[in-house]
């Protein structure tokens, strides 16, 4: 090799040892932003009225005030904040207020002047957004990261224009403002018409609200953009963006389990786009032993449903640290594809994953069923939760009576072990409560055994 | 020349690369150093695999242990309920978690996956996985040497840093922080002063307590409240709640605990009519109907309560500044009515004329929706109003 190559190569091993980018420079100060002070001491109305003022008049650096007021008094946990030492420069804190009024217009107002400016820095926040429990605010979080380019909040709006609870399934009590709201941003959306009133009766509406449900889908299934409809950030396109993603995977492996929670379920609507960032981030979580993050990660995993989460996972259910590796299976079964069910297979090996991998494959179907019926062990445990397992790939047709057993079982982690594959299995638990007296379990299992196939 | 130059530039990279590589060990070196404690490492791997088998040499500590709440973290049948057989998986982490040292002090745990009956287990505090060792507090005797849990002394047991991973998923350690009991000096108090408090053992030797008493113990949790009812003049009376005795608030947990003044008024005719007055807790962040009136130290709220055929009676209640312990400077949103370390809540409750005498009780309630004869009666009091 040549001397002129040998530098090449040392250089190029210099840039692949390096972070890649520069650190990232420290984001600017934060909730004590101007336009929040500016905004203390208004009535309601003042305050909404200022908030839009900034997308009228197209005001610069408000974004971190704006970032705070789509969440003030809502349900998320934490606020992101500018920490000049911290990893991506910001850091989590609680948020708190003591303020009677709820707030909600504000949120919509400072969603609305996120969309109108394109902010795309609030794409993790507006999808935690989708869990605010007014649906006036989900349904313009929804049309904010369709802006965005994120179809995430779509399923959103159709449930609301139903007057439907997306996450409940059930109907609301107050329907009202949530399908208006939800049918104008549609129709924003669109450029299509369902027919929707808001001051006609029940059927009326919910035969609208289907007419919305096949207008969407084709639109989807046609491969057109929707009107306005951004393009989805990608990682290097925005370096703020970046950044703010990147911290959200970092919060998965923090101390609060509500913090983790929502970072797990924000990274997972952001779907295939996380990607990226979760890979760097199961990086930086080898690198530093944190087993929160690479478990949290797993998780999330589980629910993108792409080539490259199976990759990633495939490696996690190889880790050392067993609950890593339990999280991992779980997520492969989530996956169920015929990677997965292989790497499942691979992992009945490894002691410290066996259980969580049996309980997996009873989730792969078919696919898993093939694998438990042969396999066997000397390992008590696993052979209770393989019986399971089986119960649950065969759609139990298979190890129906052991399964339902387990739940007269003397162990209680046996019984909700039982539980939670019966209820998956069956769609019913009978009324059973595992930590109920022998006599009213019994009655419960008489009853599954008649919702057996 | 061109070759030399080459060179140089070449040795130039080798030395940053060396460079970067040298200053990426140091980094990690001292993050580590920061942040996990040492040990002394051990080559062979320790040989216990549950807690039944530190019963063997630790008998009189594992009895207190299997009698705890920390064993019974799993089975319980009230965290079986919540969490509904913990098919919400977010609360196994704490509930039956591995060796809290395997993640770090103060950061939570991860769950494990065998021995659901033990909950929060020995290994849970006292293994430290990478030196392959039990921790303890010591001094160790000549039996350790050869003991199969290869124990070591270390001052990390005592960390609030091995509590704080879990109890502070429920605010409480941010609750202690606030009160005077977290303060360095004469009057310092942390969580193993009242709930690991020391105890003589078998032979004189000085331990800690492994029953942990708190929520489920009523004399701890009697010892925290303060309660007092008394009649100021004619048909007029006070009461007064204090948290004079926990170095946190009353009750403490965000969600689950609560804690409720319920009252009995008494007519001319005996007959009996109760009616909750007030509710200390800190709701769960999706309870935003619930405010707190209270909001801050001196605040006041009336209200009045119908009592059917005994009339209504006008109550008129007031947040009293903390005796010994800092305002505490948060409040999370939904609000929380707990009462801070120090602090007491003042009621003037004016009867009726058809209401002849009032008993108070103060229930502690390990979850909201628990029945009063589940309930731990803290104190109670009933006076004549006339």
Redesign the interface.
Same mark, same amino acid.
């Given at each position: 090799m040549r001397?002129?190559q040998? !530098?090449f190569v !040392? =250089?190029l091993?210099?840039l692949a !040892?390096?972070d890649g980018v520069a650190p990232p420079a420290p984001a600017p100060a934060v909730v004590t932003d101007a336009l929040v002070a500016e905004l203390e001491g208004r009535s309601p109305d003042e305050r909404i009225q200022r908030i839009l003022q900034v997308a009228e008049q197209r005001e610069a650096g408000h974004t971190t005030a704006l970032l705070h007021l789509m969440k003030d008094?809502s +349900?998320v946990?934490f606020h992101v904040v500018a920490d000049a030492a911290a990893p991506f420069g910001l850091k989590a804190i609680?948020?708190?207020?003591?303020g009677?009024d709820?707030r909600s217009m504000e949120r919509v107002a400072a969603i609305a002047v996120l969309q109108r400016l394109q902010v795309r820095e609030a794409l993790p926040d507006l999808l935690l957004a989708l869990d605010d429990?007014h649906p006036v605010v989900v349904n313009h979080a929804a049309a904010a990261l369709l802006a965005l380019g994120c179809r995430a909040g779509l399923p959103y709006l159709l449930a609301h224009a139903e007057g439907r609870n997306l996450t409940t399934g059930e109907f609301m009590a107050s329907p009202a403002f949530a399908g208006e709201s939800a049918d104008v941003l549609l129709r924003a959306c669109t450029a299509e018409d369902a027919g929707y009133n808001a001051d006609a009766g029940f059927t009326h509406k919910q035969e609208a609200a289907a007419r919305w449900r096949v207008l969407v889908e084709q639109r989807v299934a046609s491969g057109r953009p929707f009107v306005g409809e951004g393009r989805l950030v990608q990682q290097g396109d925005d370096a703020a963006t970046d950044r703010r993603i990147n911290f959200f995977v970092d919060v998965v492996g923090q101390?609060?389990?509500?913090y983790?929670?929502q970072a797990r379920r924000m990274l997972t609507r952001l779907g295939v786009a996380a990607l990226p960032s979760v890979r760097d981030g199961i990086e930086r979580g080898r690198?530093?032993g944190?087993?929160?993050l690479l478990?949290g990660l797993a998780q999330v995993l589980g629910g993108i449903a792409h080539a490259n989460s199976e990759v990633l996972l495939v490696a996690l259910v190889r880790e050392k640290?067993?609950?890593?590796a339990?999280r991992a299976a779980s997520a492969l079964a989530q996956l169920g594809t015929p990677g997965a069910v292989a790497a499942l297979k691979d992992a009945l090996e490894t002691p410290a994953v066996r =259980?969580?991998a049996l309980e997996a494959l009873g989730q792969a179907g078919v696919a898993g069923a093939a694998v438990l019926r042969t396999w066997n062990s000397d390992d008590a445990?696993a052979l209770k939760v393989r019986t399971l397992a089986l119960f649950e790939a065969s759609a139990g047709h298979e190890a129906a009576a052991p399964a339902l057993a387990m739940l007269l079982s003397d162990?209680?982690?046996d019984?909700?072990r039982a539980?939670?594959v019966v209820q998956r299995t069956l769609k019913t638990d009978g009324g059973y +409560?595992?930590?109920a007296d022998a006599a009213a379990r019994t009655a419960a299992v008489e009853l599954l055994k008649s919702r057996l196939p | 020349m061109k #070759?030399w130059a %080459?060179?140089l530039? %070449?040795l130039l990279?080798?030395a940053? %690369?060396l460079w970067? %590589?040298l200053r /990426?060990e140091a980094a &990690?070196a001292l $993050?580590t150093a920061e942040s996990a404690p040492v040990f002394e490492m051990r080559s062979t791997p320790m040989r216990l695999q549950s807690s039944d088998e530190c019963a063997a040499c630790h008998s009189e500590v594992f009895s207190e242990w299997r009698d705890s709440w920390h064993s019974k973290a799993?089975?319980d *049948?009230e965290v079986? /309920?919540l969490s509904r /057989?913990?098919?919400d998986k977010?609360c196994l *982490?704490c509930h039956l978690p591995?060796p809290v040292l395997? &993640?770090g002090l103060?950061? #939570?745990p991860?769950?494990?996956?065998?021995r659901?009956?033990d909950g929060v287990d020995c290994f849970t505090c006292h293994f430290a996985p990478e030196a392959a060792s039990m921790i303890g507090r010591g001094p160790l005797g000549a039996a350790a040497r050869s003991a199969p849990c290869q124990p070591q002394e270390s001052a990390v047991i005592s960390s609030l840093g091995l509590c704080a991973?879990c109890h $502070?998923?429920h605010k409480v350690h941010e609750e202690w922080k606030q009160t005077s009991y977290a303060l360095p000096g004469a009057g310092f108090k942390d969580c193993n002063d009242c709930h690991m408090p020391e105890v003589l053992r078998a032979g004189g030797r000085r331990g800690r307590s492994h029953r942990y008493p708190a929520g489920h113990d009523a004399t701890i949790l009697r010892s925290a409240a303060s309660f007092k009812v008394e009649r100021i003049e004619d048909g007029v009376l006070h009461v007064r709640v204090s948290n004079t005795g926990s170095g946190h608030n009353l009750p403490t947990d965000e969600r689950h605990r609560a804690v409720d003044l319920e009252a009995t008024f008494i007519g001319v005719d005996g007959s009996r009519v109760s009616r909750r007055v007030d509710r200390y807790r800190n709701p769960y962040? &999706?309870e935003?109907e619930l #405010?707190n009136p209270l909001?801050s130290v001196g605040a006041t709220r009336d209200y009045e309560i119908a009592l059917g055929a005994l009339g209504s009676l006008e109550v008129h209640v007031q947040r009293v500044a903390p005796e010994g312990h800092p305002l505490q400077s948060?409040?999370?949103?939904p609000?929380s009515t707990q009462i801070p370390a120090g602090e007491a809540r003042d009621y003037r409750v004016i009867l009726p004329p058809s209401v002849v005498s009032a008993e108070f009780r103060l229930y502690y309630r390990t979850q909201p929706f628990q029945a009063d004869n589940e309930a731990v009666l803290l104190h109670e009091g009933s006076v004549h109003a006339r």
């Open positions: 001397v002129e040998l !530098c !040392c =250089l091993l210099l !040892c390096s008094r +349900q946990a609680e948020l708190t207020a003591t009677a709820l429990r101390m609060q389990f509500l983790h929670e690198k530093s944190n087993a929160t478990a640290h067993p609950t890593v339990s =259980l969580a445990e162990s209680l982690a019984r909700n539980l939670a +409560q595992s930590t | #070759r %080459l060179f530039v %070449l990279v080798i940053a %690369l970067h %590589l /990426g &990690t $993050n799993y089975t *049948p079986q /309920g /057989g913990f098919q977010d *982490p591995r395997e &993640t103060s950061q #939570r991860l769950e494990r996956d065998r659901h009956d991973p $502070n998923q962040r &999706t935003f #405010r909001r948060i409040i999370a949103y609000e």
